[in-house]
């Protein structure tokens, strides 16, 4: 084709890659430039369509890029240069790769004729993170930029969703070329399935029919399928209690009567139970996550098992599927209404809800306050969703507070959750919040971060100073890497081997974030926890960071212990629920 036929350029590698992503319509980029990606940075730096965010951290621009997508639904972006650039970009794409997070990771790569020959910066970026992504690409010549960026775009976002690897060497952007927008992608074999097969929903409905104990195990899957509508009318039709995990919490609401709420090693009793004692468990968009599961040998010992993903390596990988269903959640659960509408035959599950109704009176969510007066993380965390509501959006980081959030905030609506749920990767919390802030700046982000995470990547606060970007950073200070400790209480006699930060006042956390240009709160006294709160939130010109110095010994529970099974639950320490003479 002739240069007048396609509106074809020339343009560098590196004016290529610029055009390309604002052909993609990609409007934020984080990252920090490098040797090997700086002629990326000079044409950036005259685009009027992309915004690039000067992180401190390629970690934080990895994390920025995942918070960005999780709330706009688009391809988060993240850049970086070759070897430790890159390399620092490796724990947001493994993160990104277990939360199946639509991310664009570029990286500058050095010359191709000095590949392998341990250049300057030279690493391996491709074969380091070959496991980690769902695809990758190394270019080495400007011509094959903008087909490497719209097939990584598309790659990312379409089917399960997950990071894809641009690597780029520094040649490939120097060098010229003609720019051709590729009319079709050249993606052989890359087909995701999105509509199920009927017979296969069929087959689903007709189990679904016959139980008599079936439970709707809910996942991430369903929260990124936009799905949340059409489940809320499969449940109430069908009247089958729901569980979310971790990674779907708002996907169906909190507060409705047939939510179990969240299972698994911090679950509630009543979600546990409800799988342990199912029939039938109709799992959408969920992975039976050895977090959920508990001793898989053990889990859900009575049920037959529907399974629904997009993805089928995930079906029947750790539980066998009797019913297998590759599909988008959103269509799968659309055909199952309507074959299960046209049956028109209600379920005879009243027996079922009601004891599981039951179960979740007896269990409820609950915490002591510690006997010093001293405060409670719980009923900090707990006062910032009431105070603030449901229509927020919350980050964490890993640990108790983690879970404490997960336990204690307003899950009403979909896609408010930020955390790392399959990595579980400490230092997600700031860097995650402050993409979302970007990709929602009307709306209030609330990061719950431990002092512990809290050290790893806060450092992007300076980024959110300067940058504008006003988040909120409560740092649940326990003076401990809490969740570590809890186990060494546990299982360790107490022996508490490196797990006391010493946190009181070093750092000195409203201090630090002071020095980078937030504003730092603190509150020590359960009186102070209300106002300290509504002074962060009405706060929005600055990033505002809270600390909230609580008790050291609380714990997280109800907790089923790494390897046991779903059965052996405890509510509290050596207290389990009463299971015997249970009927069902
Ligand atoms: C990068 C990383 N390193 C280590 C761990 C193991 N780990 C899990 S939770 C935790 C403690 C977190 O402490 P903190 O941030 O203070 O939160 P808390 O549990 O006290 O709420 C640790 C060390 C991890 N998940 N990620």
Redesign the pocket.
């Known amino acids: 084709m002739s240069d007048q036929d396609t509106g074809a350029e020339v343009l560098t590698g590196a004016q290529s890659l610029v055009r390309s992503l604002e052909n993609v319509g990609a409007d934020v980029v984080f990252g920090i430039p490098g040797g090997a990606i700086l002629p990326a940075y000079d044409p950036l730096y005259d685009s009027t369509k992309v915004r690039h965010i000067l992180v401190r951290h390629e970690q934080g621009a990895g994390h920025a890029a995942e918070g960005y997508a999780m709330v706009t639904g688009k391809v988060g972006v993240c850049m970086a240069t070759s070897g430790p650039g890159a390399t620092n970009l490796v724990t947001p794409i493994a993160d990104a790769h277990m939360d199946s997070v639509p991310m664009v990771a570029i990286t500058g790569q050095v010359g191709s004729a000095s590949i392998g020959t341990d250049a300057f910066q030279e690493a391996d970026i491709r074969g380091i993170t070959m496991p980690i992504t769902k695809h990758s690409f190394l270019v080495t010549r400007p011509e094959d930029i903008a087909a490497a960026v719209a097939s990584a775009f598309h790659i990312a976002s379409t089917g399960r969703p997950g990071p894809v690897l641009v690597d780029i060497t520094k040649d490939a952007l120097q060098a010229q070329a003609n720019f051709e927008w590729p009319r079709h992608l050249d993606l052989p074999g890359y087909r995701p399935v999105t509509k199920p097969h009927s017979k296969q929903v069929r087959e689903a409905a007709k189990l679904i029919a016959a139980a008599s104990r079936p439970v709707l195990y809910v996942g991430g899957g369903v929260q990124k399928a936009g799905a949340a509508r059409e489940l809320k009318v499969l449940a109430e039709m069908t009247g089958i209690p729901v569980v979310t995990t971790l990674m779907a919490l708002g996907t169906f609401p909190d507060s409705h009567p047939q939510n179990m709420g969240m299972p698994g090693m911090h679950g509630t009793v009543a979600a546990v139970g409800a799988l342990q004692r199912a029939d039938l468990l109709i799992a959408l968009g969920t992975r039976f996550d050895d977090r959920v599961t508990g001793r898989l040998s053990t889990f859900a010992p009575l049920a037959k098992i529907i399974h629904a993903d997009i993805d089928p390596a995930e079906i029947s990988k750790n539980r066998h599927a009797d019913v297998p269903i590759v599909g988008d959640a959103k269509e799968v659960i659309a055909e199952l209404v309507s074959l299960l509408k046209a049956d028109d035959r209600p379920l005879e599950i009243a027996d079922w809800a009601h004891y599981l109704h039951d179960l979740k009176r007896r269990y409820p969510r609950g915490y002591d306050l510690p006997e010093d007066g001293s405060l409670s993380p719980q009923h900090v965390i707990q006062r910032i969703g009431e105070i603030t509501g449901p229509d927020a959006y919350y980050a964490s ?6 879970m404490w959030s997960a336990a204690f905030l307003p899950w009403e609506l979909p896609g408010r959750w930020l955390n790392s749920g399959g990595l ?4 997600y919390c700031v860097p995650a919040a402050m993409g979302a802030k970007v990709g929602r700046p009307d709306a209030t982000v609330w990061g719950i ?6 050290q ?1 990547t806060n450092q992007e606060l300076v980024t959110c100073a300067l940058e504008g970007i006003p988040v909120k950073i409560a740092v ?1 200070n ?1 003076q ?5 400790r809890q186990w060494q209480t546990l299982f360790y006699q107490s022996r508490y081997s490196n797990t006391d ?1 010493k946190t009181n006042r070093v750092p000195d956390f409203p201090k630090l974030a002071e020095a980078m240009g937030c504003v730092g709160l603190r509150a020590e006294d359960p009186e102070d926890v209300d106002s300290v709160i509504e002074k962060a939130l009405s706060i929005n010109d600055v990033p505002v960071v809270v600390e909230f110095v609580v008790h050291k010994d609380a714990m997280i529970w109800p907790m089923v212990a790494a390897g046991a099974s779903n059965d052996d639950i405890q509510v509290a320490r050596d207290m389990a629920p009463k299971w015997d003479g249970e009927t069902l």
């Open positions: 980081g890993v640990g108790q507070h983690q579980g990767t400490m230092g971060d431990g002092d512990g995470c809290f790893m649940i326990n401990s890497l809490g969740m570590v930060l």
